[in-house]
């Protein structure tokens, strides 16, 4: 984990580090020039050094009063330099037409990138991000209405933007450094927050090119293994956020090796389609979300589901 956490590999990145950097040595400056001199006034005029006549009549001192109102101002107003100038990089989105745009929708526990659809019609649909090098990528961001809010970070862009049920929210940003880059959550969701991880390929635009006019389901260079459908809405509606189908292991929900054996297809079906109806002993209603599907896609899922022994 932490891969690319401490490159520096979108175009804004260096602005971010500068603000960042600034704040930190102005805010140390000021820390200590209060710090010290208190630390310096308490052994100097401790009390068998002073004579109450002596200090009696000291009322104000007005040059130190506007020294120590102007100084943190001036400080005040680097913060917002830098930290404005830098803000407003990552605010000022290329137009669209100019730029990748891809959708990214966050839920409990994972995310999901969809692309506009290729010359064939085809659309892509991938966990891991992947993205050229030297191009504009717009993200626009969605949670489903009934989930939670949730952050698209990556460390190594230094850009981070929440991602809200019923709101869509943007950011932009131009990859500089080929390489892969962690994605994470950074606002806290719930059990598996932690888990709530993806990556950021940053691939040369060639690549990315010819991946992009494919029909592939998987990212540029991945051998794609044959998955049935069942499979594939498995992985598409992140049921592997919260289950486990190969180990006992229980996630957020129980786990679903040898489910099968179980229960029959139709308990299987309303699990998906209506989890409140039956709910495991050990576990509580409301935490798995109902999903919407045709007939067809909840069989195949379900017949997927046998599979886990
Ligand atoms: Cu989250």
Redesign the pocket.
């Known amino acids: 984990m932490l891969e690319g956490f401490n490159s520096s590999a979108a175009t804004f990145a260096a602005d971010v580090d500068q603000a960042f950097w600034i704040h930190i040595f102005v805010s140390a400056g000021l820390f200590l020039s209060v710090i010290v001199p208190m630390l310096y006034f308490t052994w100097k005029y401790r009390a068998d050094k002073v004579k109450n006549e002596d200090i009696g009549h000291i009322t104000h001192n007005t040059l130190l009063e506007v020294v120590w109102t102007v100084v943190p101002i001036v400080a005040l107003m680097v913060f917002f330099y830098y930290g404005y100038s830098s803000m407003r990089v990552l605010r000022t989105m290329p137009a669209e037409s100019e730029s990748i745009v891809i959708n990214v929708e966050?839920k409990?526990?994972s995310w999901m990138h969809t692309y506009p659809a290729n010359k064939s019609g085809f659309v892509h649909k991938n966990a891991e991000l992947y993205v050229p090098k030297d191009s504009n990528v717009i993200l626009k961001m969605q949670a489903p209405i009934n989930d939670?809010i949730?952050?698209y970070y990556i460390p190594a862009f230094r850009m981070k933007e929440d991602v809200v049920p019923g709101r869509m929210t943007k950011q932009w940003f131009k990859a500089e450094v080929l390489g892969n880059y962690d994605v994470e959550?950074a606002?806290y969701?719930g059990t598996r927050?932690s888990y709530?991880l993806s990556k950021i390929h940053v691939i040369p635009k060639a690549t990315y090119d010819a991946w992009f006019e494919s029909n592939s389901k998987v990212g540029p260079g991945e051998k794609e293994v044959a998955k049935s459908k069942g499979h594939e809405l498995y992985d598409a509606n992140g049921c592997a956020g919260c289950h486990s189908l190969d180990s006992d292991a229980i996630l957020v929900g129980p786990s679903l090796k040898g489910i099968g054996a179980k229960h029959d297809a139709q308990y299987l079906k309303d699990a998906i389609l209506v989890p409140n109806k039956d709910v495991p002993e050990g576990f509580t209603s409301g935490v798995m979300p109902p999903f919407k599907m045709s007939d067809e896609d909840v069989s195949a899922l379900v017949d997927y589901l046998k599979t886990g022994k």
């Open positions: 966050g409990k526990w939670v949730h952050s959550c606002e969701c927050h709530m």
